[in-house]
């Protein structure tokens, strides 16, 4: 069992939509990274957060540390907002190596 | 201005070849990675440098060998491919010690015959 999951693997849904990922670890951490990876294989870092819940734009992330889960939603979803959402959980002394999910595959359709 | 650059974008090359991918931070960080991506997507830390020293080396085989001439550079020197090794490549960076966010390079796509 990874050590971090993530539902859904796959998530279509029609513009305008309010999306939601899932994140689930099992191990104690420092943080909780959310990343998005363009369908020409990009990464970028959206989140970064220990704890509570951090926004931008039309993104929101929560973290609650005793459940170890953590959501990333979309409000207002678009076809740009299609890509890879990747979860990855950072280890309780800081500075250590991401431990990734699996990936969510989210498409958007206009 | 490129914060994360790598070198090549794009390697293909025949089995037991020796090959090294590049990575520049022009961000000033202390720390940087190798991440390898899978055929199923899935990333996988390989190394971590801070201040051109090793502190992440991820029982990865002997054939790739990270070398950190400068804190801004990390590059992956691979010998005597094998098939197994295709996969993506992404070099990161981040800000000193501690939690920080993790900036990406484009990713290298290394192709092994």
């Known amino acids: 069992k990874n050590e971090v999951e993530q539902s859904p693997q796959n998530l279509t849904a029609q513009e305008g939509e309010f999306i939601t990922i899932n994140c689930s670890y099992s191990v104690g951490i420092s943080a909780l990274h959310w990343l998005q990876q363009h369908p020409g294989g990009g990464i970028v870092s959206l989140f970064m957060?220990?704890?509570g819940k951090k926004k931008h734009g039309r993104l929101i992330a929560t973290i609650n540390i005793q459940e170890k889960h953590s959501s990333l939603h979309i409000t207002a979803s678009h076809p740009r907002d299609s890509a890879v959402y990747i979860c990855a959980v950072e280890g309780v002394f800081g500075n250590e190596k991401l431990t990734f999910g699996t990936g969510t595959r989210l498409t958007i359709i206009p | 201005d490129t914060a994360v650059s790598q070198t090549p974008k794009y390697l293909v090359t025949q089995m037991g070849n020796d090959k090294s991918i590049k990575c520049e931070q022009n961000?000033?960080?202390?720390?940087m990675y190798w991440y390898k991506q899978d055929s199923k997507k899935f990333l996988k830390i390989m190394f971590s440098?801070?201040?051109?020293?090793?502190?992440i080396n991820e029982t990865v085989p002997n054939r790739f060998s990270p070398k950190s001439p400068d804190k801004a550079h990390l590059n992956l020197h691979i010998n005597s491919l094998e098939l197994g090794d295709s996969a993506v490549y992404f070099c990161?960076?981040?800000?000193?010690?501690?939690?920080?966010?993790?900036?990406f390079g484009p990713g290298t796509r290394l192709t092994v015959l």
């Open positions: 440098y801070n201040n051109k020293e090793l502190i």
């Open positions: 990161a960076s981040s800000q000193g010690a501690g939690v920080n966010e993790q900036f």
């Open positions: 961000l000033g960080h202390d720390t």
């Open positions: 957060l220990s704890s």
